[in-house]
């Protein structure tokens, strides 16, 4: 709905729900009418612009933390011929609030982990340092630009020269000469 997308954008500012809300780590469902009773809620800009274009009256939140840190929050509303929420679906909605938890907590860390990821990638890709991550059986998992560089040049030099230079045991100098095909196409 449009109106869905308008409070995202612009009316979330008026949430009164939000702006009073007791909402804290220790607390995870919380039923909008007991801290917002429906005579203030009535008067507010949040309702006429936004409750009453989705024909809602009375909401629920079920909030995610991990530790002190919010992560989620998943509204239910109901309109005015629904009701209020009742303490049974209140206690349906704590049952169902680590399920939810746990979703959204594996969510969040899989964005995490794909946030540091790119991080990495990002802070190799531009390094000086020639970076490859090989995995423990020596096959190729990552390398950045000045690798292929490095690795190219270094197989360039003469076998002795090289031994000179540096010494590095046979099995990864096996990889390195299996890998720069792949690094150099």
Same mark, same amino acid.
């Not at 009256?57 to 929420?85: C, K, P, Y």
């Not at 969510?107 to 794909?114: K, R, T, W």
């Not at 990495?120 to 423990?136: K, M, Q, Y």
């Given at each position: 709905?449009?109106?869905?997308?308008?409070?995202?954008?612009?009316?979330?500012?008026?949430?009164?729900?939000?702006?009073?809300?007791?909402?804290?780590?220790?607390?995870?469902?919380?039923?909008?009418?007991?801290?917002?009773?429906?005579?203030?809620?009535?008067?507010?800009?949040?309702?006429?612009? /936004?409750?009453? +274009? &989705? =024909?809602?009256?009375?909401?629920? $939140?079920? %909030?995610?933390?991990?530790?002190?840190? *919010?992560?989620?929050?998943?509204?239910?509303?109901?309109?005015?011929?629904?009701?209020?929420?009742?303490?049974?679906?209140?206690?349906?909605?704590?049952?169902?609030?680590?399920?939810?938890?746990?979703?959204?907590?594996?969510?969040?860390?899989?964005?995490?982990?794909?946030? /540091?990821?790119? +991080? &990495? =990638?990002?802070?190799?890709?531009? $390094?000086? %340092?020639?970076?490859?991550?090989?995995? *423990?059986?020596?096959?190729?998992?990552?390398?950045?630009?000045?690798?292929?560089?490095?690795?190219?040049?270094?197989?360039?030099?003469?076998?002795?020269?090289?031994?000179?230079?540096?010494?590095?045991?046979?099995?990864?100098?096996?990889?390195?000469?299996?890998?720069?095909?792949?690094?150099? +196409?």
């Amino acid at each position: 709905k449009p109106v869905l997308d308008r409070y995202i954008q612009s009316d979330h500012d008026f949430d009164i729900w939000l702006k009073r809300s007791p909402v804290h780590p220790r607390v995870t469902v919380v039923r909008h009418s007991d801290y917002t009773p429906r005579h203030i809620l009535v008067r507010t800009r949040f309702y006429k612009r /936004t409750l009453t +274009a &989705l =024909d809602s009256e009375h909401g629920i $939140s079920l %909030v995610v933390w991990r530790a002190r840190t *919010w992560l989620a929050t998943m509204t239910v509303f109901r309109n005015a011929h629904q009701g209020d929420f009742q303490a049974e679906d209140i206690a349906d909605l704590k049952s169902w609030q680590p399920h939810v938890a746990s979703a959204i907590k594996r969510m969040a860390s899989v964005q995490e982990n794909n946030l /540091t990821r790119q +991080a &990495l =990638d990002v802070f190799a890709e531009r $390094s000086a %340092v020639g970076v490859a991550i090989l995995d *423990w059986q020596l096959s190729l998992l990552y390398f950045n630009r000045t690798a292929r560089r490095l690795l190219a040049k270094w197989l360039e030099i003469d076998t002795p020269k090289r031994n000179q230079s540096v010494r590095i045991p046979p099995e990864i100098l096996e990889t390195i000469r299996r890998v720069l095909p792949k690094i150099e +196409a």
